[in-house]
């Protein structure tokens, strides 16, 4: 089988499983380090013609990460596509196991086995009431049903625009300050927070600087994602 994913989490996924089957991957591919594939360019806007060019027996889309015209164009053009779309932890873990089977994998893989044991067993925390920015210029917020969402109600957060109409409303700063949130949960992805960037916009309320991959890749992070996050939200800045 010859596998084209344009998933950044699956890429990591397949790699780290079946390696043998993947000769293609975006630009956004970051793990794991040194992976030596096809690249075909972003996620938002992959090379299609790059992607034929690697005759796939399959190609890796996810709803959210992907556009829908690309995906139309790659049926249009008759390549198989696998699309995944899970919007909690649960849905990740079931649809990662549903993608290896898929790709002929007998028995799950270690990292996917240590995931499902990490995350079931996780203490009931007290709810921290929290604003999830993804992006700024303009603010971008974590809204209703996204799988990051619910990866941070599982650690205790509350997530003060989870009943939002929309998955990631765009509240101007005035009403984020408004909302008066125990705590700002600012991830390096996608848009790259860091202790001088971020903060500042929210005096007063304290900031926890968190992994994006760990917190929205749905994929061999998910093992080490409870600890690392937990402990990343109990270390404000």
């Known amino acids: ?3 084209v994913s344009l998933v950044p989490s699956l890429t990591e ?3 780290a499983t079946v390696p043998e089957v993947l000769v293609g991957a975006t630009d956004w591919c970051t793990h794991p380090a040194g992976l030596a594939v096809a690249r075909v360019g972003g996620s938002k806007h992959p090379d299609l013609a790059a992607v034929q060019a690697l005759r796939p027996d399959l190609v890796l889309v996810n709803v959210e990460e992907n556009r829908e015209a690309d995906a139309d164009a790659l049926r249009a053009a008759g390549v198989p596509l696998h699309v995944t779309y899970p919007r909690t ?3 990740g873990l079931g649809e ?3 993608l290896l089977a898929v790709l002929g994998v007998a028995a799950e893989p270690d990292w996917l086995v240590r995931a499902r044991a990490a995350w079931a067993g996780l203490p009931a925390l007290p709810p921290r009431r929290a604003i999830v920015p993804v992006w ?3 603010w ?3 809204g209703s049903d996204t799988f990051a969402g619910d990866v941070l109600r599982r650690l205790g957060v509350a997530n003060v625009y989870a009943d939002a109409d929309e998955r990631y409303p765009r509240p101007s700063l005035d009403e984020l300050r408004a909302r008066a949130a125990e705590l700002v949960v600012l991830p390096d992805e996608p ?3 860091t202790r001088s960037d971020g903060p500042e916009a929210f005096p007063g309320v304290p900031c926890a600087l968190v992994s994006g991959r760990h917190l929205t890749w749905y994929g061999p992070s998910l093992a080490e994602a409870p600890a690392l996050l937990a402990a990343q939200l109990s270390s404000p800045a």
């Open 13 to 15: 996924a397949v790699a």
């Open 1 to 3: 089988m010859r596998v």
């Open 191 to 193: 848009y790259a927070f």
């Open 96 to 98: 990662l196991g549903s």
């Open 136 to 138: 700024r210029r303009p």
């Open 140 to 142: 971008v917020v974590l």
């Open 89 to 91: 932890v649960d849905e």
